[in-house]
């Protein structure tokens, strides 16, 4: 039958769950992507021989698979060889019977080849709408030194669901809060009724904790996951001292309230709470507050904001050889304040219509440039950028500003 009508009454029952991948394929998305749901298929290293990966849900063309809560798989990875370098690749794997038709999903395992540069296995890669037998969704690159694993890295794209696109009404007043509560009341937001204040150790906690001063969660970014995309009151999450070997995603928060997270409390700048990853933040619209990390990465920035207002950045310092100490891009609003970025391309990259107010952060040392201010944006620097710091204190492109010392910079 050429035409099938799938919502509407009939005399048989002839719907079937190809129907409804093709509608998620068509109204959601038709590429591979991870749902921001539950543990969002997180992984975990059990031992040199042992990644595990945790519930979630993801779709694959339209296909919506599933990981149920608090389950998991756990996935061998074969010994490494002395002396070689080694990539492999957790994929979630589709497969299709060519003579009954019968579908399925399992997490696998791609082996690469032992060398003394890694280089990824082929992933397969097919049309799940037109029918193939194979298509393997890459999850994660688990890069093996020698005998042990020295990396884990996420390889897929996350899908943000609709309520992180609801924007705040106002950004001032009782009114933006009346309005704010009043819009999530519609969508059916979960929402903050208090304050909230979790703590984090990496070394001590655990994330099955409750996230107490006594029973610290393990990762920020699950004390993160946990919260409501709707804060209309103030949250805080502290930091223990040591390193956090992950990405920090702070992503649809908004509100009438405030999101704050510390390392050091005190106003100084200190590298005993280093994140290893980045700190990404995106289509936050709140008061939101990042003080006294360190930052060390090799991405392209250390800490970058996108489409966000009211990201303040304090004390903060950045490590690494990431060409980008901090970002603000695609209209992002914020300041940044006695902060430290040393050997970058740019100390500060402000593009895409941003407005950043820069104080007291006249520090570090080895950058090209010090300030960068692009696509229409405007920077406005209290303290004014030394030679000590930057070869070159300002680069404007395509219509960037800056006013530096009460002058345009032009």
Same mark, same amino acid.
Request: with cysteine; hydrophobic share 35%.
């Given at each position: 039958?050429?035409?099938?009508?799938?919502?509407?009454?009939?005399?048989?029952?002839?719907?079937?769950?190809?129907?409804?991948?093709?509608?998620?394929?068509?109204?959601?998305?038709?590429?591979?992507?991870?749902?921001?749901?539950?543990?969002?298929?997180?992984?975990?290293?059990?031992?040199?021989?042992?990644?595990?990966?945790?519930?979630?849900?993801?779709?694959?063309?339209?296909?919506?698979?599933?990981?149920?809560?608090?389950?998991?798989?756990?996935?061998?990875?074969?010994?490494?060889?002395?002396?070689?370098?080694?990539?492999?690749?957790?994929?979630?794997?589709?497969?299709?019977?060519?003579?009954?038709?019968?579908?399925?999903?399992?997490?696998?395992?791609?082996?690469?080849?032992?060398?003394?540069?890694?280089?990824?296995?082929?992933?397969? &890669?097919?049309?799940?709408?037109? =029918?193939?037998?194979?298509? /393997?969704?890459?999850?994660?690159?688990?890069? #093996?030194? %020698? $005998? @042990?694993?020295?990396?884990?890295?996420?390889?897929?794209?996350?899908?943000?669901?609709?309520?992180?696109?609801?924007?705040?009404?106002?950004?001032?007043?009782?009114?933006?809060?009346?309005?704010?509560?009043?819009?999530?009341?519609?969508?059916?937001?979960?929402?903050?009724?208090?304050?909230?204040?979790?703590?984090?150790?990496?070394?001590?906690?655990?994330?099955?904790?409750?996230?107490?001063?006594?029973?610290?969660?393990?990762?920020?970014?699950?004390?993160?996951?946990?919260?409501?995309?709707?804060?209309?009151?103030?949250?805080?999450?502290?930091?223990?001292?040591?390193?956090?070997?992950?990405?920090?995603?702070?992503?649809?928060?908004?509100?009438?309230?405030?999101?704050?997270?510390?390392?050091?409390?005190?106003?100084?700048?200190? &590298?005993?709470?280093?994140?290893? =990853?980045?700190?990404?933040? /995106?289509?936050?619209?709140?008061?939101?507050? #990042?003080? %006294? $990390? @360190?930052?060390?990465?090799?991405?392209?920035?250390?800490?970058?904001?996108?489409?966000?207002?009211?990201?303040?950045?304090?004390?903060?310092?950045?490590?690494?050889?990431?060409?980008?100490?901090?970002?603000?891009?695609?209209?992002?609003?914020?300041?940044?304040?006695?902060?430290?970025?040393?050997?970058?391309?740019?100390?500060?990259?402000?593009?895409?219509?941003?407005?950043?107010?820069?104080?007291?952060?006249?520090?570090?040392?080895?950058?090209?440039?010090?300030?960068?201010?692009?696509?229409?944006?405007?920077?406005?620097?209290?303290?004014?950028?030394?030679?000590?710091?930057?070869?070159?204190?300002?680069?404007?492109?395509?219509?960037?500003?800056?006013?530096?010392?009460?002058?345009?910079?032009?």
């Amino acid at each position: 039958m050429a035409i099938k009508l799938i919502t509407g009454l009939k005399t048989a029952a002839d719907i079937e769950s190809q129907d409804d991948g093709a509608r998620i394929y068509g109204t959601i998305s038709s590429s591979d992507r991870i749902l921001d749901v539950g543990n969002k298929w997180a992984y975990q290293t059990i031992s040199n021989n042992l990644v595990r990966i945790k519930d979630g849900e993801l779709i694959m063309q339209g296909r919506h698979v599933r990981q149920s809560p608090s389950t998991y798989t756990d996935l061998t990875i074969n010994n490494g060889t002395q002396n070689k370098k080694r990539n492999d690749i957790i994929v979630a794997r589709y497969t299709k019977n060519s003579s009954t038709s019968i579908e399925n999903v399992e997490l696998a395992v791609l082996e690469g080849t032992p060398g003394t540069t890694a280089t990824d296995p082929t992933i397969t &890669t097919g049309d799940i709408l037109e =029918g193939c037998a194979l298509h /393997e969704m890459a999850l994660y690159r688990v890069s #093996l030194d %020698g $005998l @042990n694993i020295d990396s884990v890295t996420a390889l897929f794209t996350e899908l943000s669901n609709l309520e992180n696109h609801i924007q705040s009404i106002s950004t001032g007043g009782t009114g933006a809060t009346t309005a704010t509560t009043a819009l999530s009341n519609l969508h059916g937001v979960e929402q903050t009724s208090a304050d909230i204040t979790y703590y984090i150790n990496a070394s001590t906690g655990s994330d099955t904790n409750a996230g107490s001063s006594s029973y610290p969660f393990k990762t920020i970014q699950h004390a993160i996951n946990v919260l409501p995309k709707c804060i209309n009151h103030d949250v805080k999450i502290y930091l223990a001292t040591g390193t956090y070997a992950e990405v920090v995603t702070i992503k649809g928060f908004f509100g009438g309230g405030s999101f704050s997270l510390y390392g050091n409390t005190s106003s100084a700048l200190s &590298t005993s709470y280093t994140i290893t =990853g980045q700190i990404h933040i /995106e289509n936050c619209h709140m008061k939101l507050f #990042l003080n %006294g $990390l @360190n930052v060390s990465t090799t991405t392209t920035r250390a800490i970058e904001t996108y489409t966000s207002n009211f990201v303040q950045v304090y004390y903060c310092t950045v490590a690494g050889a990431a060409d980008v100490g901090i970002g603000f891009l695609a209209g992002s609003r914020g300041e940044i304040f006695v902060c430290s970025s040393s050997s970058k391309l740019y100390m500060y990259s402000v593009t895409g219509g941003s407005f950043v107010r820069i104080r007291g952060s006249n520090l570090g040392s080895g950058n090209t440039y010090g300030v960068k201010s692009g696509d229409g944006s405007l920077v406005m620097l209290i303290d004014l950028i030394g030679a000590s710091v930057a070869t070159t204190a300002y680069l404007l492109d395509s219509g960037g500003s800056i006013i530096a010392g009460g002058k345009y910079i032009s």
